[in-house]
């Protein structure tokens, strides 16, 4: 047996053939791992495309959701909020001073706000007011020259409505025909 032949060696050609089939087989598993590779990378990128989906999903059901509650605040609001009378209602205003003694109002008004009748008061020459606006609406500080410092003394005006504390301010309290109003002093705790 000859070891060297035109062809090359012996070995030559076993040692070829076995290295080429290790690394065809090499070359094999390098593409079978790049391929689970490549769909576990596909897998994640779907999760995370989906769980995107499922993002925008909750955002565009959470504005969804947050519109219909503020739809239906609305509508609660409409239904159950201070409501306006148009036309000439009759009222009756009393202011109580810090003495208790009282002076009333009486008349007709087209005024739909409290603070409207107060203006119409004002502008009549027998009745005044000084307020600031306020984050609540207009707070009342003087009537008739009579002065309410919560600061000095828990002093304050209150509105009562029909023989009620108002649930407005001034600026925001209805008139309804026949509404009897009261400004009265009073000092807090």
Known sequence: MRLHSAEGSFFEGCACTFWHNITREKV???IRMEQ??????EKIGQTQAGKKKGRGKKIIF?????AALLAVLLC?????GPK???GTKAYTVEVVDQNGETKSYQGRTDAE???GLMDELAAEGDFSYEGTQSDYGLYITAI???T???DKDKAYWSIYVNGEVGQYGADSQPVADGDDFQFVYEKGQ
């Open 144 to 146: 008739n020259g009579v």
């Open 28 to 30: 094999r598993y390098w």
């Open 62 to 66: 959470g504005v969804i959701l947050i």
């Open 113 to 115: 706000y409290l603070s």
């Open 76 to 80: 609660v609001y409409r239904k159950f």
């Open 148 to 150: 309410a410092d919560y």
């Open 36 to 41: 689970q590779e490549k769909v576990k990378r």
């Open 84 to 86: 306006t009378q148009t």
